[in-house]
């Protein structure tokens, strides 16, 4: 198995690729920034990645995951989101704050373990937070959805928060907002920068940041 440095560096150069065009090679800059390291730490992991055959890497240009790599991304992001699965369905923990336990158990928990979590929850296809979990082989289901920021006024169904602070989390789950729930986005003011949000539980309009509505995605309907 990957040592937990290893596969941090796997999911972040994922999830910076995933912003941009098919293969396009991430700057390091990137990479340093979402890890919170220097860019010459970069640098040297990289020389790691590559002797490990993980990675496409061009000093100066930037860095990709390979085939191998991007499996091995999957296999950690199936361990993550499995977890939190399990730590809010049979832990009954809120899931506002699995993420951070989610972080560690990510790099420890073994096969054996994951596929018994994996039957014990019936082989969930999406996390507490509606992200879809990675199969067993590696294949990730993309939803088709938007971002709420991007959305005309009309009727909605929330599918996914991608948003793992927990005071944000909490304070959705409060306006009884979770993948799943109904919402109807009634106006939008492009002077102050906000939506303002219609939900079948609260009497009074929600008003919500065009930034914070980046991280809700939704369906029609
Ligand atoms: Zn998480």
Request: proline content about 7%; hydrophobic content about 40%; overall charge negative.
């Given at each position: 198995?990957?040592?937990?440095?290893?596969?941090?560096?796997?999911?972040?150069?994922?999830?910076?690729?995933q912003?941009?065009?098919?293969?396009?090679?991430?700057?390091?800059?990137?990479?340093?920034?979402?890890?919170?390291?220097?860019?010459?730490?970069?640098?040297t992991?990289?020389?790691?990645?590559?002797?490990?055959?993980?990675?496409?890497?061009?000093?100066?240009?930037?860095?990709?995951l390979?085939?191998?790599?991007?499996?091995?991304?999957?296999?950690v992001?199936?361990?993550?989101?499995?977890?939190?699965?399990?730590?809010?369905?049979?832990?009954?923990?809120?899931?506002?704050?699995?993420?951070?336990?989610?972080?560690?158990?990510e790099?420890?928990?073994?096969?054996?373990?994951?596929?018994?979590?994996?039957?014990?929850?019936?082989?969930?296809t999406?996390?507490?937070?509606?992200?879809?979990?990675?199969?067993?082989?590696?294949?990730?289901?993309?939803?088709?959805?938007?971002?709420?920021?991007?959305?005309?006024?009309?009727?909605?169904?929330?599918?996914?928060?991608?948003?793992?602070?927990?005071a944000?989390?909490?304070?959705?789950?409060?306006?009884?907002?979770k993948?799943?729930?109904?919402?109807?986005l009634?106006?939008?003011?492009?002077?102050?920068?906000?939506?303002?949000?219609?939900l079948?539980?609260?009497?009074?309009?929600?008003?919500?940041?065009?930034?914070?509505?980046?991280?809700?995605?939704?369906?029609?309907?």
């Amino acid at each position: 198995m990957p040592s937990s440095t290893v596969e941090n560096y796997l999911k972040a150069i994922w999830s910076l690729q995933q912003s941009l065009p098919e293969d396009t090679l991430v700057p390091v800059g990137h990479v340093a920034e979402k890890l919170s390291v220097t860019p010459g730490t970069v640098t040297t992991m990289m020389r790691q990645l590559l002797k490990k055959e993980l990675v496409h890497y061009t000093p100066r240009k930037g860095v990709m995951l390979n085939d191998a790599g991007r499996v091995e991304a999957m296999k950690v992001l199936r361990r993550h989101r499995l977890v939190e699965t399990f730590l809010v369905e049979v832990m009954k923990l809120d899931w506002a704050e699995v993420h951070e336990d989610a972080e560690v158990l990510e790099h420890v928990i073994s096969d054996r373990l994951l596929a018994r979590m994996d039957e014990m929850l019936s082989h969930p296809t999406h996390d507490p937070h509606g992200a879809p979990i990675p199969s067993e082989s590696g294949e990730l289901h993309r939803d088709l959805t938007s971002s709420l920021a991007d959305c005309a006024p009309g009727h909605y169904t929330l599918t996914r928060v991608r948003e793992d602070k927990p005071a944000f989390l909490q304070w959705l789950a409060q306006q009884g907002l979770k993948p799943g729930s109904a919402l109807e986005l009634t106006a939008r003011d492009v002077h102050a920068d906000t939506l303002t949000l219609s939900l079948p539980h609260q009497e009074t309009p929600v008003q919500l940041s065009v930034p914070a509505a980046k991280s809700l995605l939704v369906a029609h309907g």
